[in-house]
Structure formats: structure tokens, C-alpha cells
């Protein structure tokens, strides 16, 4: 277990790898120490059993899609923006139509940037995972439920909870699709 200021600092530059392999000098980098007996570093290994793989791996960030969900609620809320002309609920349907296409392309391209980020936050909530069951770290704890007598709560434990807040693994996306699907409804009725 990694403790300490020491080795806090020096645990910024750990790489996980296979147990039995050293890396070499310049892999390991400066600011990772050769020995540290106290808390268990060496080599720019932790030693947290046998198999605990660590990997380079860092959280890429996530650009959230929501260009469609941007839009306006309403396809006759387009209507102001037809400047010659009567803005008849055909033109405003196909004005609305444009702008709604627009976003579309706009969150297809996001979530295109975002598929290498995604597939490496999933393998970097796996890499914890794995390291926290390694080390016997609980998922979950119990608390007394102040309601009742005998009762307890079942919490998850902090650690979950900062990969699902830290390690993001959705832009959005499907949610999106569904704001999509209900506009392009809405546009079919107005130009009915």
C-alpha cells in the first residue's frame, strides 16, 4: 500500500506493468525513487501481490455532445428566424429541419473525437477496479439506517463514486438521439 508525502509524490511517475519485469532507467523516469524499502516502491513497481498489473493509462477527457439538445424546444420557435417572406409551418418546418441536421453533425463529429477517450476511460475504470479487489477493498459498506432499530443502509464505497465522477465514459450521446427523435416528430407534425 502507498503511503506518505514521499511517496505520493513519487507515485505521479509508477507505471504498472507484469510482475517479475523491471523497467529500464529512463522508462521509469526521475521523479520515480529506486528504492523506498518503507513503503513498498521499487523499481517503479508497486508491490500490491503478484499480478497487479498498473498500465500507462491516464483519463483523457470527454467532450460532451449537446448540440442537438441545444436546439430549440419548439419548430415554431424557428419561425422569427425567416426574414423574406411568410414564414408559412412548411419553411419553418424546413428551416428547423436545417438547424436540427446541423447539430446532428455536430454531435456525430463529437462523439467521433470522443471514441478512442471513451474505450481508454473504460480500461481505466477496469484498471482500478481490478487494483481495488486486489487489495481487498469492499465495494460497498454498511451504515445504521437512523429509521430503524435493526435496519442498515448499503452505501457504495468512495472510490466508486469518484471513478463515476472523474473517469467519464459517456458523452451524452443517447440522449441526445432521444432529444432527436422527439424534434423530428415535432417537425413532422407542423408539416402536416
Known amino acids: 500500500m502507498i503511503t506518505g508525502a514521499g511517496c505520493r509524490q513519487a507515485a ?5 506493468m507484469p510482475a517479475g519485469t523491471s523497467p529500464s532507467a529512463s522508462a521509469r523516469g526521475a521523479d520515480v525513487p529506486q ?9 517503479g513497481r508497486a ?6 498489473v498498473m498500465t500507462d493509462r491516464k483519463i483523457m477527457p470527454v467532450e460532451q455532445c449537446g448540440a442537438v439538445s441545444g436546439c430549440m424546444a419548439s419548430p415554431q420557435s424557428y419561425a422569427s428566424y425567416i426574414r423574406f417572406g411568410e414564414p408559412t409551418p412548411k419553411r419553418v418546418a424546413a428551416h428547423a429541419a436545417e438547424a436540427l441536421e446541423a447539430a446532428r453533425k455536430k454531435d456525430l463529429e463529437a462523439h467521433e473525437r470522443n471514441a478512442a477517450a471513451i ?10 477496479e481490478i487494483f481495488m479487489s486486489k487489495v481487498g477493498m469492499p465495494k ?13 443502509i448499503t452505501n457504495e464505497a468512495g472510490y466508486i463514486g469518484d471513478i463515476k465522477r472523474s473517469v467519464p465514459i459517456d458523452d451524452r450521446l443517447r440522449i441526445c438521439n ?8 415535432e417537425i413532422r407534425c407542423l408539416r402536416c
Not at 523506498?36 to 516502491?41: A, D, E, K, T
Not at 508491490?47 to 497487479?52: C, D, E, L, S, V
Not at 432521444?178 to 416528430?185: F, K, S, T
Request: with cysteine; hydrophobic share 30%; charged share 25%.
Open 47 to 52: 508491490h500490491a501481490g503478484a499480478g497487479a
Open 140 to 152: 460497498s459498506f454498511q451504515t445504521k439506517n437512523p429509521r430503524s432499530f435493526r435496519r442498515t
Open 35 to 43: 528504492r523506498c524499502g518503507r513503503h513498498g516502491l521499487h523499481h
Open 12 to 16: 505521479v511517475g509508477l507505471r504498472w
Open 119 to 128: 474505450e481508454n476511460n473504460k480500461l481505466v475504470r477496469a484498471d482500478i
Open 178 to 185: 432521444g432529444d432527436l427523435q422527439r424534434a423530428e416528430g
